[in-house]
């Protein structure tokens, strides 16, 4: 099982932005020598939720510094970015790192994101479709050419050319049916974020290999799970800092994505995030979803996150997993302390 760092780059903590930027990054960096197998950025504007704007040059520094990790865009957000220049970027990061990109991409869920780069939401769907298409040839063939109904491109040469294939590894963050589809479809690995109870994940897992089976002769390859972490050998301290800190992040991303808006109801695309809100409201608000928040990610001690692994991949099959230790203003001795402990205790075990 291979198990990665996600760096979400919150800024909860009062701080000045490059002060928590720059110990975000360096995590990063330390994230090689704590064993983990990859590390990589979510990109997102704007905000305290997430401060990472582009992946491409914050994976690019983390390059310099480390030998082996495999960096991933966990995710590069197609809708916002012309595919052009992200498939150039794409392979001058491979280059700089000798091969260890892992091409991530996504299509963003958030209006004020969309809203600020003049992108309508309801087009994410049709505009990542066509974009992700692009990008795959072009890290692909070193050649990009499209006459579509969002992208007009003539034949384009990359320079400089690819020198090694992209081939399993490139992975789309897969969300609704139809983002399962679409993945499947293009062969592609899935990535998915834990959002509440797995058990209503495995009717699109499930698809999604099936769908892939029939359309590459092959099985899928295991998905990933990105998770919020806390791990700590003392129980008390895993309570408080969940009230403390994963209630905090839980609220930001609710508002950040506007899980109680009504605006998801019609788009059938964004269907998880309307069901989100949905259950909520049916609960009799949003405390319901966030205890199965929690459920759905890796909080407790070692032996706790252990179980709660095994129980999760005796639901979904094999699967990797990216963890999130930053988050919700956590102070950054704990941060480190906790991800010190996983990949002491935890990580062997998920390994082996």
Known sequence: ????????????????????????????????????????????????????????????????????????????????????????????????????????????????????????????????????????????????????????????????????????????????????????????????????????????INHYRDVFQEKHAKPAPPFIISDFMLCFEDKKRVSEYCDKYFARMFETVANHYEFMGEHFKSLPSYATYAYMGERAEAAGGADKAYRDYIGGNMIGTPEELVEHHLERASMVGDYEMLCNFSFGGLPYELVYEQAKLFADKVMPRLKG
């Open 1 to 204: 099982m291979r198990v990665g760092l996600h760096l979400g780059y919150q800024n909860m903590h009062g701080q000045p932005d490059v002060k928590t930027f720059m110990q975000e990054t360096q995590f990063a960096v330390e994230a090689e020598a704590m064993g983990f197998d990859f590390v990589g950025p979510v990109e997102h504007h704007f905000t305290d939720y997430a401060a990472c704007p582009d992946p491409f040059q914050m994976l690019a520094w983390v390059a310099a510094k480390t030998e082996k990790i495999e960096l991933i865009t966990a995710a590069v957000i197609l809708p916002w970015n012309n595919p052009l220049r992200v498939a150039e970027q794409f392979i001058e990061l491979d280059i700089l790192s000798g091969g260890r990109v892992i091409a991530g991409m996504g299509r963003g869920a958030a209006r004020r994101e969309f809203r600020s780069f003049g992108v309508e939401l309801g087009d994410s769907r049709e505009v990542f479709d066509e974009a992700a298409l692009i990008v795959m040839q072009g890290i692909e063939t070193g050649i990009v050419e499209a006459n579509g109904k969002w992208f007009q491109i003539p034949h384009t040469e990359i320079r400089p050319r690819p020198f090694k294939s992209f081939k399993d590894r490139t992975v789309m963050v897969s969300m609704s049916p139809s983002s399962v589809e679409v993945a499947a479809d293009y062969g592609l690995k899935t990535l998915r974020f834990s959002q509440g109870d797995w058990r209503k994940a495995i009717p699109e």
